[in-house]
């Protein structure tokens, strides 16, 4: 039946949905900052991921990993060096910041790689898994199994390690957590770096989906704001039901309205439910 096809469509895409939302509420949620660069994050660990694949033959499975390792070092040094001093500023001030950034990055992007649409091509190709009435290729079970593994082990991190619980610490009330001896600078920056990360991630596994270019950081900015609202900020159970939900919505509004009505769809869902529910569906105080 259609909607077992389309219902699985949207159930594909919805752990891959949910890691390239998770380092944008991670950032928003401890640093208060709507962070801008987030989408040219992901599109650069997605060219990370094919120029490694073409060059290296590396899989962009198996190379998530490291294009987020790599990004992060990047966050943490843009945190240090851009963003921390306007930490604390009204949020006009991050957002411009975080809005310039982002035109940088797209533009030197658009300048190294060009505009043209790259895409990973996987040799062998994984094929599909046939069940009947549902066809699922294999790339996305398999991107969305790694999105939804990397997701799991930033929510192991922020619950079970030192340095997890100093950013939820933070999160949750930083001049308690400054005067309970947590360096609040270093921790703003580890938590942009690991946003970052989850983008480089993200990207990598998207590379293997979707085309790449600089002009789709915007959509991907756009699919991790839905996911954040919808899932509910401060909550990474809430990130994986969000990145669901998303995915389902897109499907289900590309059959009924056409796939150029698909992100439409979302959004009109996401306004009506900042009208019931502005907390998002699992929004809490603090990152869990």
């Given at each position: 039946?259609l909607w077992?096809q389309v219902?699985?469509?949207?159930?594909?895409l919805?752990?891959?949905?949910?890691?390239?939302?998770a380092g944008?509420?991670?950032?928003?949620?401890?640093?208060?900052?709507?962070n801008?660069?987030?989408g040219?994050l992901?599109v650069?660990?997605a060219?990370?991921?094919?120029?490694?694949?073409?060059?290296?033959?590396i899989?962009p499975f198996l190379?998530?990993p490291?294009?987020?390792?790599?990004?992060?070092?990047?966050?943490?040094?843009?945190?240090k060096?851009?963003v921390n001093?306007?930490?604390?500023?009204?949020?006009?001030m991050?957002l411009l910041l975080?809005?310039?950034?982002n035109l940088?990055?797209?533009?030197l992007?658009?300048?190294?790689?060009s505009?043209d649409?790259r895409k990973?091509?996987l040799?062998?190709p994984l094929g599909i898994?046939?069940?009947?009435?549902v066809i699922?290729?294999?790339?996305?079970?398999?991107a969305?199994?790694?999105?939804?593994?990397?997701?799991?082990?930033?929510?192991?991190?922020l619950?079970?390690?030192?340095?997890?619980?100093?950013?939820?610490?933070?999160?949750?009330?930083r001049?308690a957590?400054?005067?309970?001896g947590i360096d609040?600078?270093?921790t703003?920056?580890?938590?942009?770096?690991?946003g970052?990360?989850?983008?480089?991630?993200?990207?990598?596994?998207?590379?293997a989906?979707?085309?790449?270019s600089?002009?789709?950081s915007?959509?991907?900015?756009g699919?991790?704001f839905?996911i954040?609202?919808?899932?509910?900020?401060g909550?990474?159970p809430?990130v994986?039901i969000?990145?669901?939900?998303?995915g389902l919505?897109?499907?289900?509004?590309?059959?009924v309205?056409?796939?150029e009505?698909?992100l439409?769809?979302?959004?009109?869902?996401?306004?009506a439910l900042?009208?019931?529910?502005p907390q998002g569906?699992?929004?809490?105080r603090g990152?869990?």
């Amino acid at each position: 039946m259609l909607w077992l096809q389309v219902l699985a469509n949207g159930l594909a895409l919805g752990g891959l949905y949910a890691c390239v939302a998770a380092g944008f509420s991670l950032v928003w949620g401890v640093l208060n900052i709507i962070n801008i660069l987030h989408g040219s994050l992901v599109v650069l660990g997605a060219y990370l991921a094919f120029f490694a694949h073409a060059t290296l033959g590396i899989s962009p499975f198996l190379f998530a990993p490291i294009a987020g390792a790599l990004l992060f070092v990047l966050g943490f040094a843009i945190q240090k060096v851009a963003v921390n001093p306007v930490m604390g500023r009204p949020v006009l001030m991050s957002l411009l910041l975080t809005f310039g950034l982002n035109l940088f990055l797209d533009n030197l992007m658009i300048e190294g790689f060009s505009a043209d649409y790259r895409k990973v091509i996987l040799n062998p190709p994984l094929g599909i898994l046939d069940l009947g009435s549902v066809i699922v290729p294999l790339d996305r079970i398999y991107a969305t199994a790694c999105g939804l593994i990397i997701v799991a082990a930033l929510w192991a991190l922020l619950r079970g390690t030192q340095l997890g619980r100093a950013i939820v610490a933070v999160r949750m009330d930083r001049d308690a957590a400054e005067l309970m001896g947590i360096d609040v600078k270093s921790t703003y920056a580890l938590a942009f770096g690991l946003g970052a990360f989850m983008a480089g991630a993200a990207g990598a596994l998207l590379s293997a989906i979707f085309p790449i270019s600089p002009l789709a950081s915007s959509l991907y900015l756009g699919k991790a704001f839905v996911i954040c609202v919808l899932g509910g900020l401060g909550s990474v159970p809430g990130v994986i039901i969000g990145g669901f939900s998303l995915g389902l919505l897109e499907s289900f509004g590309a059959l009924v309205f056409g796939s150029e009505h698909a992100l439409t769809v979302a959004f009109l869902a996401l306004i009506a439910l900042l009208i019931v529910r502005p907390q998002g569906l699992l929004g809490r105080r603090g990152f869990q």
